[in-house]
């Protein structure tokens, strides 16, 4: 099950999201986004 990050209508896989730095940028659009 992969779980995929919208960000600026850039889909992110949870691998590349592990990375503390795009982590923390992403952290508060994620919210906004819907998770699949």
Do not use: D
Not at 7 to 27: D, F, H, W
């Amino acid at each position: 099950m992969n779980v995929f990050i919208v960000v600026s209508g850039v889909i992110y896989p949870s691998k590349k999201a592990s990375n503390r730095s795009l982590r923390r940028t992403v952290e508060i659009p994620a919210q906004k986004v819907s998770f699949t």
